[in-house]
């Protein structure tokens, strides 16, 4: 385990100069504080656990302090925002800090988020809030808990820093952490601007950093964009079996990696509800739950019209056909999974479809259901979850169908189901309305909660002793919380 000044820096994306990232100091924070570290991230760095309970930790993280190998660089690009092309966004309150590399030989970029105005600030302070810091973190760390691919944060720091919003909070900085920050807006920003050379050196350097088993390939750049496609539609798969929404997938914020990236006003589905909104400035339903699958394979041909200049149209269009079947491939595998099924059967998407039809007529919690399925045999198990449905003869029939599906695929006692299936159906989530609790207590000061349920999360399918209000249905007025990009 390493103390902080004994981390090693390798800044591979700052070598590649002033036109891709401006040189910009962090503007610290006033009082800073520990919120919350996580452990599981520090070691991915080799940090000692320890260090985050001392006064230099919060320092570094709160942009007083840098290390002398540190390169804080603010990224430029752009990005389709609503489906409308932005031509400059970059990081308007986030920094770069530099690559760090731990003893297993991987990279992992540090980013400070909210660390004051930069050249791509636009009308903004160059701030994060307490509340959206906090939400990052938890996020960041539950979704990693559920096996979902996702940037990391390591800490959030507090302060006493007054930052206006809709009403005066407190400002905050989260550490992020992801092996790459580049986004598909990277490509659009020098497509657009057409600086064919600079787009040249960037998709190399993607292409040797993060894809060099594409090198291999006869044509590396396709071999590229063909595994970008497969992890973006694994990544979109994940998040609709489990129920997530992130609620704003501009171009500006789809890693190139194909992880869960810049999290905003996101939720989990309580209810089951495959229309759900999440982010109230979406009056249109754009970024929908539903929508989602679409959107992922819409973002993805934007991509691809910034890397013409490498690959045939004809090509990325073979390549953005792979889309959908990986996706409908990868959601299959883990809604038979959810199912306790062990067998690939032709009928299994539609036995899915009539589950998922049933429940949003009767607003049945998405997440429970899935974990009392598994409590005990498929026909015990139904019985006691038929009260949840409206249609009580609708979901007769498909518990007769699903029996009879369990009944083909194998021989296994109760135990085995049951450990089974509790291995990828999570008892908790992150509920908003448990961000929001957790919230509430920090802006006044007591963290603890932010913690507790920071632990609870990080082991979401293990049955906590004690943490039982954490696995409940939420209370009516946590169902609809609406939340904006005002972070």
């Known amino acids: 385990m390493k103390a902080l000044d004994e981390l090693t820096f390798d800044n591979r994306f700052a070598r590649l100069g002033d036109a891709f990232s401006t040189h910009v100091l962090p503007d610290p924070l006033d009082e800073p504080r520990l919120v919350v570290a996580s452990e599981a991230a520090m070691a991915l760095l080799d940090l000692d656990p320890a260090v985050a309970e001392t006064p230099v930790f919060a320092e570094l993280f709160g942009g007083h302090k840098l290390w002398a190998e540190a390169e804080p660089r603010a990224m430029v690009y752009s990005g389709h925002q609503f489906g409308g092309y932005t031509p400059q966004l970059g990081d308007g309150r986030g920094l770069l800090l530099g690559e760090v590399y731990n003893e297993a030989g991987e990279h992992w970029d540090l980013h400070l988020k909210g660390a004051g105005m930069t050249p791509y600030s636009r009308m903004g302070d160059g701030r994060a809030v307490l509340r959206s810091s906090i939400r990052e973190f938890l996020a960041s760390e539950a979704l990693h808990a559920l096996g979902i691919p996702t940037s990391r944060a390591l800490c959030v720091i507090g302060s006493s820093t007054p930052v206006w919003r809709e009403k005066q909070e407190r400002g905050a900085m989260v550490l992020r952490l992801a092996p790459s920050h580049i986004r598909f807006g990277h490509f659009e920003y020098f497509y657009y601007t057409k600086k064919p050379e600079q787009q040249a050196e960037l998709a190399e350097h993607v292409l040797n950093l993060h894809y060099p088993e ?64 999440c982010n109230h400035s979406d009056h249109e339903g754009r970024y929908s739950f539903s929508n989602q699958v679409p959107i992922g394979q819409w973002n993805l041909s934007a991509l691809a019209q910034a890397l013409t200049p490498f690959i045939s149209v004809d090509a990325l269009k073979e390549a953005l056909g792979l889309y959908l079947p990986f996706y409908q491939a990868h959601y299959l595998d883990l809604m038979r999974r959810r199912l306790g099924l062990t067998t690939a059967e032709e009928d299994d998407q539609k036995l899915v479809e009539r589950l998922l039809k049933l429940m949003q007529n009767s607003g049945v919690d998405y997440t429970l259901f899935f974990r009392r399925l598994g409590d005990e045999s498929a026909a015990l198990a139904v019985a006691r979850l038929r009260d949840d449905f409206v249609d009580r003869a609708g979901f007769d029939a498909w518990a007769e169908q699903y029996k009879e599906r369990v009944a083909r695929d194998g021989e296994y006692s109760e135990v085995q189901r049951r450990e089974r299936m509790h291995a990828v159906n999570p008892l908790y989530i992150l509920r908003n309305y448990l961000a929001q609790n957790a919230i509430t207590a920090a802006e006044s000061g007591d963290y603890s909660e932010v913690r507790r349920l920071h632990e609870v999360l990080s082991k979401p399918f293990e049955e906590q002793a004690g943490m039982e209000q954490y696995a409940q249905r939420p209370p009516d007025w946590g169902k609809h919380l609406e939340i904006s990009c005002s972070s």
């Open 214 to 277: 594409c090198r291999e390939q006869p044509e590396p750049y396709l071999a590229m964009f063909r595994e970008v496609v497969e992890r973006n539609a694994e990544l979109i798969a994940k998040w609709q079996a489990y129920g997530f929404c992130h609620g704003v997938m501009n171009t500006d914020n789809m890693s190139i990696l194909g992880i869960t990236f810049d999290y905003g006003p996101y939720a989990f589905l309580d209810d089951f509800d495959a229309h759900f909104i």
